[in-house]
């Protein structure tokens, strides 16, 4: 990242590296390897101010290039639910066989798998999908052990597809449109979100009419 008039100084850069850092933390959808992070706040307010706002565009031109690890993660509030899932409903997706049982529900545009979850113990396929995702969280303690050979979601955790969080629940490659079924109920997230899309249509139908 740099200033069109590269006027940032090296006080300017430590303190968005510093804010910068936080936010990645916090957003907890990365590791982070910078051992050196610390406060730094010794910038006049009006400085702070400026950097507040250079740091709000690169949140903003991030994800338009692809990379969202500073994206704030999705709040299991009903206040948080965009108009493209309205209500949403908890998903069960459960494998008997080991003893799993994992929830979640599609929150600001992500699906959350919900803290306290359970998934495999370790990355079971041959194939390696999402392997590296698991890894990813299990070093970055989102998935931790339960002490009976699984692992325990210590948070709630947004994936970026429901497929993606049905395999790393399941250990493997997996199809969450039909993994994933609304709690007490046989009806898929598939058939769920086909229900969704034919009343906005409806009602869209109604409204022009």
Not at 18 to 33: F, P
Request: proline share 4%; aromatic share 8%.
């Amino acid at each position: 990242m740099t200033s069109k008039d590269q006027n940032l100084t090296k006080a300017h850069v430590k303190y968005l590296e510093s804010q910068l850092m936080a936010q990645a933390k916090h957003a907890g959808r990365c590791g982070l390897v910078n051992s050196t992070a610390h406060e730094y706040g010794v910038l006049p307010e009006a400085d702070q101010s400026d950097m507040a706002f250079f740091a709000e565009q690169i949140r903003i031109v991030l994800p338009v290039l692809g990379f969202d690890f500073l994206k704030a993660p999705a709040e299991s509030g009903a206040a948080k639910q965009t108009p493209a899932s309205p209500d949403s409903p908890v998903f069960e997706m459960r494998i008997p066989k080991h003893g799993i049982k994992a929830q979640a529900r599609e929150i600001d545009g992500e699906f959350v798998v919900l803290e306290g979850s359970l998934a495999r113990e370790s990355w079971v396929s041959e194939h390696k999908g999402y392997s590296d995702l698991f890894q990813q969280l299990t070093q970055d303690e989102v998935l931790v052990p339960d002490g009976a050979g699984k692992r325990r979601f210590t948070k709630d955790h947004g994936f970026s597809s429901p497929s993606a969080a049905a395999a790393v629940v399941s250990g493997r490659n997996a199809n969450g449109r039909t993994s994933w079924c609304v709690a007490g109920t046989k009806k898929s997230y598939s058939d769920w979100q086909d229900e969704i899309i034919s009343q906005q249509s409806v009602e869209t139908q109604q409204g022009e009419a």
